[in-house]
């Protein structure tokens, strides 16, 4: 069983400082990693996407990948009110045309940024 | 920005009844993708499609599921006779690249109350 395992919190931070949520995976062939945000009752939003090991930043978002230890992480820093929502941390598990974006997901880490 | 759009946003439906959920891609997209999350749960993969044809399915897509491309702009998602367990918020993606790395576009989502 391929799973994809979050803290689900709630996590909570005071406004401007940083978030960091974890994840782990079980499947090593994976090779795609993605952090999605979710306000309740929307869709999932990509934030960040991580294909390979170390980091990666846009703007207030740092993705890291260890594929060594199934390890990937999303910091945010300065976190803002709107930041509040629950993050999904996502693999992708390739079929074997290696064509497909079958996503398993994570339950999600429910952040809570305070002013 | 081109999106993905869902109807029925809300659809509300007795057991043993038949739902069509419907969904239209973004126009040059080539994968396109149903997911389910129930309420408080994990987001699931039911069934990916390509070039007219299911390329993978989940064990939770049995026999009351279907896809359906029928005018080449539409993608739709068949429950023949649904349960109280089909109850949750099903996600549209699609993906326009040819690479496994493409992002995958979700629509707003359709959620199913079976009664």
């Known amino acids: 069983q391929k799973e994809v395992e979050q803290n689900s919190g709630p996590l909570s931070v005071p406004e401007g400082a940083i978030a960091s949520l974890n994840c782990t995976y079980s499947d090593r062939v994976s090779q795609s990693f993605f952090w999605y945000r979710q306000y309740s009752g929307k869709s999932p939003e990509l934030i960040m996407s991580?294909?390979s090991n170390g980091d990666k930043e846009d703007g207030r978002f740092t993705a890291q990948l260890n594929k060594a230890s199934q390890y990937v992480s999303l910091l945010i820093r300065d976190s803002q009110p709107s930041d509040s929502a629950t993050y999904l941390c996502?693999?992708?598990?390739?079929?074997?045309?290696?064509?497909?974006?079958?996503?398993?997901w994570g339950l999600g880490t429910s952040l809570a940024v305070n002013p | 920005e081109p999106e993905v759009t869902q109807t029925p946003s809300h659809q509300v439906t007795q057991m043993g009844q038949e739902v069509i959920l419907r969904c239209v891609p973004i126009?040059?997209?080539?994968?396109f993708y149903w997911y389910r999350q129930i309420l408080g749960q994990k987001v699931e993969f039911l069934v990916s499609f390509y070039n007219n044809e299911i390329s993978e399915k989940s064990e939770i897509f049995d026999d009351q599921f279907s896809v359906e491309r029928p005018d080449g702009s539409n993608f739709t998602l068949k429950i023949r006779s649904t349960k109280l367990e089909d109850s949750a918020m099903y996600f549209c993606?699609?993906?326009?690249?040819?690479?496994?790395?493409?992002?995958?576009?979700f629509g707003e989502g359709s959620r199913l109350t079976v009664l």
């Open positions: 126009s040059n997209h080539l994968y």
């Open positions: 991580i294909y």
């Open positions: 993606a699609s993906r326009g690249s040819l690479i496994l790395t493409g992002e995958l576009f």
């Open positions: 996502a693999v992708n598990i390739p079929n074997n045309a290696g064509n497909n974006r079958k996503l398993i």
